[in-house]
Antibody, heavy 122, light 107 residues
């Protein structure tokens, strides 16, 4: 069974850092692009960041550029999101999502985790 | 950035009725558009990709159409489990963007 499990969320103060992790199983993690998508409470979906299978292609939404860093460890079947200088508007449920194809990084998201909640508040 | 708009924001229907949801892109995305379903408390689920292809396990009552800037998701006969929020997403250019969603609720 293809599965993604996020962890690392929590309640943090503005200006601090947090590192999210996503552990994959049931598929060849090293062959697929991976993404982070977030959803603020009661709001819609926002793509945050994506990384290709080799880490050669990395992209971010403008609002997190310079603050968030995505990375992966294919040996550990894991995806990460380092979030620095967190702001109140970063408060959201953060989903890890898998690209549906090995051919390209920017693709459809065919598998999602259940999300990890990040709350930024003083 | 490509902006996606969805209409209507809310669709109130009864089980057994048909639903038509629209998604419009601020510029052409060719057929690089997908639809997702999100049931409250659950992660999104891919329904339709490349504008008209059903994802694995998606029943045939769901269909997608369109190209360029105008797209439609049609649910032929609503089942109780279909009442949810539906999002469109484009992968034509970075960054990937989602529409704001259409909520299909029970009349």
């Amino acid at each position: 069974e293809v599965q993604l499990v996020e962890s690392g969320g929590g309640l943090v103060q503005p200006g601090t850092s947090l590192r999210l992790s996503c552990t994959a199983s049931g598929f060849a993690f090293e062959d697929y692009g991976m993404h982070w998508v977030r959803q603020a409470p009661g709001k819609g979906l926002e793509w945050v960041s994506g990384i290709s299978w080799t880490s050669a292609t990395i992209a971010y939404v403008d609002s997190v550029k310079g603050r968030f860093t995505v990375s992966r460890d294919n040996a550990k079947n894991s995806l990460y999101l380092q979030m620095n200088n967190l702001r109140a508007d970063d408060t959201a449920l953060y989903y890890c999502a898998k690209s549906d194809t090995t051919v390209r990084t920017l693709s459809w998201f065919d598998t999602w985790g259940q999300g990890t909640l990040v709350t930024v508040s003083s | 950035e490509i902006v996606l708009t969805q209409s209507p924001a809310t669709l109130s229907l009864s089980p057994g009725e048909g639903a038509t949801l629209s998604c419009r892109a601020s510029q052409s995305v060719s057929d690089y558009l997908a639809w997702y379903q999100q049931i409250p408390g659950q992660a999104p689920r891919l329904l339709i990709y490349d504008a008209s292809n059903r994802a694995t396990g998606i029943p045939p009552r769901f269909s997608g159409s369109g190209s360029g800037t105008d797209f439609t998701l049609t649910i032929s006969r609503l089942e109780p489990e279909d009442f949810a929020v539906y999002y469109c997403q484009q992968r034509s250019t970075w960054p990937a963007t989602f529409g704001p969603g259409t909520k299909v609720d029970i009349k």
